[in-house]
């Protein structure tokens, strides 16, 4: 499966008084998280039936449950670390093509950075970011299979174009695969390499499977 970032960079500010007793207010952010049947900057289609069923999951398990969270950043991998949070999505509501989603600003340390950010007038944008497979439709454009995961509808970013997004565009190039219930990249492309080294090589097919596998377990420890 591939790492698949998407960024939408039109997001407002709203500050909501959640505690009228002590008027306290919280920071939110809004807008469009991500949009189904239509070719993105990257090149890929979202399904209506994919983003349907992935966000469905997502907003049943996370979102409801108030563990919805999202980074500040590009982060390299599918996994949240809870250290980087920012944020917490509250909210994720389909509208036509598009998913309009919600999330809170929360006292952490990358939410506070957030906070920072807005002060001063800076322009963010969020990225959604989930993994799966690709196959290419009538039109020849990559289109997003039914084995989407969405790990989260939105991380906070700044200009897409920045040195951050040359990391994310090289972990998008990496292999991921459960292991355990975590996931793991795996350096597929090395193994690859071998496996057409040694049949170069002659190399009896039982060995050079043998030889593939223990490489396979070698990346993902």
């Known amino acids: 499966m591939k790492l698949f970032t998407e960024v939408n960079e039109s997001i407002n500010v709203?500050?909501?008084?959640?505690?009228?007793?002590?008027?306290?207010?919280?920071?939110?952010?809004?807008?469009i998280f991500m949009q189904a049947n239509q070719k993105n900057r990257n090149g890929r289609v979202y399904p209506t039936e994919v983003l349907d069923k992935e966000v469905e999951r997502y907003?049943?398990?996370?979102?409801?449950?108030?563990?919805?969270?999202?980074?500040?950043g590009h982060p390299q991998g599918p996994t949240i670390n809870l250290e980087r949070v920012s944020h917490m999505i509250t909210d994720l509501k389909k509208d036509g093509d598009n998913y309009i989603g919600k999330a809170k600003i929360m006292d952490s340390p990358y939410g506070n950075i957030v906070k920072g950010l807005i002060g001063e007038?800076?322009?963010?944008?969020?990225?959604s970011r989930?993994?799966?497979t690709l196959k290419p439709n009538k039109d020849g454009v990559n289109e997003v299979q039914?084995?989407?995961?969405?790990?989260t509808a939105a991380d906070i970013v700044a200009d897409p174009s920045a040195p951050d997004a040359f990391v994310n565009g090289i972990m998008e190039s990496v292999e991921w695969v459960w292991d355990n219930g975590?996931?793991?990249?795996?350096?597929?492309?090395?193994?690859?390499?071998?496996?057409?080294?040694?049949?170069?090589?002659k190399?009896?097919?039982?060995?050079?499977?043998?030889k593939a596998f223990s490489s396979l377990l070698k990346s993902i420890n």
Do not use: C, H
């Open 203 to 210: 190399i009896d097919r039982e060995e050079r499977n043998l």
């Open 121 to 127: 007038g800076a322009k963010l944008g969020v990225s």
């Open 14 to 31: 709203v500050e909501e008084i959640l505690d009228e007793a002590t008027g306290k207010k919280s920071l939110f952010i809004e807008g």
């Open 59 to 72: 907003t049943k398990t996370y979102v409801n449950e108030r563990r919805a969270f999202g980074e500040l």
């Open 146 to 151: 039914k084995d989407f995961y969405l790990a």
């Open 130 to 132: 989930g993994m799966g």
């Open 182 to 201: 975590v996931l793991k990249a795996v350096e597929l492309e090395k193994i690859k390499a071998q496996i057409e080294e040694d049949t170069k090589n």
